[in-house]
T-cell receptor, first 113, second 114 residues
């Protein structure tokens, strides 16, 4: 079955540091890949997505590239801010018509001034 | 615009008591609806999803149940809560299959079973 593995957290960075959160997946077929973000006390919001190999999703300075050869979708940001402190979830869907996403366990990011 | 409402925000219930969590979506019709549970250190677990009124699919066998009495209403219930039911419950909706439409989440209900 499908599975998503994220790097264990928590991750603590200083403001303006470079961020990478690793995500690898196992899936049959050609999944779509997502990053969701959960700010404290809130539900999840879609951050970015990629639907086919070599696609790059980007939003709010975050980027992730769909790498089929390494089955990865690592999240990166060049300069983090305190407001980026949240829990980040990598997820996959087995494609159009799928009715569920498979989520990773989440990585908590704390950015300190 | 579409909005999703989930209540209550927090709930403390004794073991063995019943549960009813409600979720409603506004601004769209015939959404796909989902209940997820987020337990500490375990990520998100899909509990139920529904593609239409009265149509419920269960992903995890347990003492919880779900119902969809109206197009935009999704209810999570239990007759007798267990300690292991504690967690953060999230309702979500999509337009069409999740693969081509993002999940939109409510703000969640934090349930503590004592």
């Amino acid at each position: 079955g499908n599975s998503v593995t994220q790097m264990e957290g928590p991750v603590t960075l200083s403001e303006e540091a470079f961020l990478t959160i690793n995500c690898t997946y196992t899936a049959t077929g050609y999944p779509s890949l997502f990053w969701y973000v959960q700010y404290p006390g809130e539900g999840l919001q879609l951050l970015l997505k990629a639907t086919k190999a070599d696609d790059k999703g980007s939003n709010k300075g975050f980027e992730a590239t769909y790498r089929k050869e390494t089955t990865s979708f690592h999240l990166e940001k060049g300069s983090v801010q305190v407001s980026d402190s949240a829990v980040y979830f990598c997820a996959l869907s087995s494609g159009a018509g799928s009715y569920q996403l498979t989520f990773g366990k989440g990585t908590k990011l704390s950015v300190i001034p | 615009s579409q909005t999703i409402h989930q209540w209550p925000a927090t709930l403390v219930q004794p073991v063995g008591s019943p549960l009813s969590l409600e979720c409603t979506v506004e601004g769209t019709s015939n959404p796909n609806l989902y209940w997820y549970r987020q337990a500490a250190g375990r990520g998100l677990q899909l509990l139920f999803y529904s593609v239409g009124i009265g149509q419920i699919s269960s992903e995890v066998p347990q003492n919880l149940s779900a119902s969809r009495p109206q197009d935009r209403q999704f209810i999570l219930s239990s007759k007798k809560l267990l300690l292991s039911d504690s967690g953060f419950y999230l309702c979500a909706w999509t337009r069409g299959g999740a693969g081509n439409s993002p999940l939109h989440f409510g703000n969640g209900t934090r349930l503590t079973v004592t």
